[in-house]
């Protein structure tokens, strides 16, 4: 049934359902990771913006951290360079983090602020290195097979400190931060950092009420492709183990993991492709995609 036939009297209990999660999460913050595989499609950006534009209107504190994995791999190809992943982490040399820098910091960013304030919110675009409040130093990985030797995959930043001061201030005015996953060294250089790390030690350190990761998948999707609603740490040893949980899904569950372990209250990945998915998850009883619980 479309949402047009729904009789008014439905069309009410929706809306009268939300009141208890409006009154539980007024003055909270909720960090958004806005996942560059679901920024796909024209009309979900416009439903994303504007359910971003209604948490915030509704006394929410919503902060946006994104993405843009595909729309980088769409520009290194125009310059004749290939995408290269270690365990989710793009391989990044000077030339690569150029080209992060520029689609993530410049086109990604801007493309989002300016959508949400043209459904009437007052969003700020910001990298790390804007108040120098992302901090990182080089990554080293551990080798899967090997945890002993460390792989250096060139300008990957891992997280010392973020300062929460400039959010802080942003969302206590009418403004709605917006954030791509770029941090600064000691020395002033850039790194890239995955998006959903970002989001994760930006939710623990705002102490946010929720993490809510967007992408595109139900969920988490166990071997045989089935969503599971929720997911406790050692599920996610099995399933990583197992090789069930791979890619891009690696980082994404671990920062969720370990922003659940942190105090963030409840840390969910749900399906961006799904219209409204933000507003049901928040402000409905239904639940929608992975709940990652700590234990
Ligand atoms: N067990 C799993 N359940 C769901 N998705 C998985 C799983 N293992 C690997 N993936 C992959 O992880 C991808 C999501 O991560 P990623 O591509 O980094 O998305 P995003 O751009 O939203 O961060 C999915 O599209 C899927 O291909
Ligand atoms: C180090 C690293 O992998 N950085 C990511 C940053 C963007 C990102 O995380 O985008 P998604 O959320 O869309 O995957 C990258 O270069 O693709």
């Given at each position: ?11 009410a ?19 958004i ?16 913006a ?29 310059v ?48 790390g ?49 917006v ?9 002033g ?39 599971l ?7 996610i ?27 963030v ?17 928040i402000l409905?009883?239904?639940g ?8």
């Amino acid at each position: 049934m479309t949402r047009e036939k729904l009789p008014p009297s439905v069309k009410a209990d929706i809306l009268a359902e939300a009141l208890p999660y409006i009154k539980r999460f007024h003055g909270r913050t909720i960090v958004i990771k806005y996942g560059g595989n679901a920024m796909t499609d024209e009309h979900l950006k416009h439903c994303f913006a504007r359910d971003v534009v209604l948490l915030k209107l509704v006394g929410m504190n919503p902060v946006v951290v994104h993405g843009g994995g595909p729309q980088i791999d769409e520009m290194l190809k125009r310059v004749g360079k290939k995408g290269e992943f270690i365990q989710g982490m793009r391989i990044t040399d000077p030339e690569t983090m150029a080209v992060v820098e520029m689609v993530l910091g410049g086109q990604v960013n801007k493309e989002i602020v300016n959508l949400i304030n043209q459904h009437g919110g007052k969003a700020v675009g910001l990298t790390g290195k804007d108040g120098g409040f992302i901090r990182a130093q080089k990554l080293l990985m551990p080798n899967k097979d090997r945890p002993a030797e460390l792989i250096d995959i060139g300008q990957v930043g891992d997280i010392t400190a973020i300062d929460p001061s400039l959010i802080a201030l942003l969302d206590s005015g009418a403004f709605i931060p917006v954030i791509a996953p770029i941090g600064v060294g000691a020395e002033g250089e850039t790194y890239n950092i995955n998006a959903d790390v970002v989001a994760g030690k930006i939710a623990e350190v705002l102490k946010a009420e929720k993490l809510i990761l967007l992408t595109n998948t139900p969920g988490v999707l166990d071997e045989n492709n089935q969503l599971l609603t929720g997911i406790t740490p050692r599920d996610i040893d099995a399933m990583v183990a197992s090789g069930t949980l791979s890619g891009g899904m690696l980082p994404k569950i671990g920062s969720a993991l370990d922003a659940a372990r942190k105090g963030v209250k409840s840390v969910h990945i749900i399906d961006g492709r799904v219209e409204h998915a933000l507003l049901l998850e928040i402000l409905t009883d239904a639940g929608v995609g992975t709940l990652i619980k700590n234990q």
